[in-house]
C-alpha cells in the first residue's frame, strides 16, 4: 500500500495529460478514503460486534482499493497495480470471511440484532 501510493504520487508529479493527472488525483483521494474505512473495520467487528456494519465497511474498502487499483494502473505503467493487486485478494477473501461470519450469526432463521 504505502509503496504504492508512492509511485503514484511520483507519477502525478511527472503526469503531463490532464487524464492521467484526473485519474491520480482521484485515486489518492481513494486511498485516504481505503485508510479510514481500514481504520474502522476493526472496531466495528472486534469491538462493538457489529459484523454487518463491519461487512458494509469491508465491502466499501473492497471496492474503492479496486477502483483506486483500476486508477492507477495506466499513469504508473501497472507498477502500483503490481503492488496492489496482492492487498484487493486478500481484501476480497476478507470481505468473504466477514460476510460467511454475519451470514451464521445473523441469517436467515437467526435473531437479527444487527445490520
Known amino acids: 500500500m504505502g509503496y504504492a501510493s508512492h509511485v503514484a504520487v511520483k507519477a502525478l508529479d511527472t503526469a503531463v495529460t490532464t487524464t492521467s493527472r484526473d485519474d491520480l488525483t482521484i485515486g489518492i483521494a481513494l486511498y485516504y478514503v481505503q485508510l479510514g474505512l481500514n481504520f474502522a473495520w476493526s472496531p466495528l467487528f472486534f469491538g462493538a460486534h457489529r459484523t454487518g456494519l463491519a461487512l458494509v465497511d469491508s465491502a466499501a474498502l473492497t471496492i474503492s482499493t479496486w477502483y483506486m487499483t483500476k486508477l492507477f494502473d495506466r499513469?504508473?505503467?501497472?507498477q502500483a497495480t503490481y503492488y496492489l493487486l496482492p492487498y484487493?485478494?486478500?481484501l476480497a477473501y476478507a470481505t468473504y470471511l466477514n460476510a460467511g461470519v454475519w451470514w451464521l450469526n445473523y441469517g436467515p432463521g437467526k435473531k437479527s440484532k444487527d445490520l
Not at 499513469?75 to 501497472?78: A, F, I, K, R
Request: aromatic share 14%; with cysteine.
Open 88 to 90: 484487493c485478494a486478500w
Open 75 to 78: 499513469p504508473t505503467n501497472g
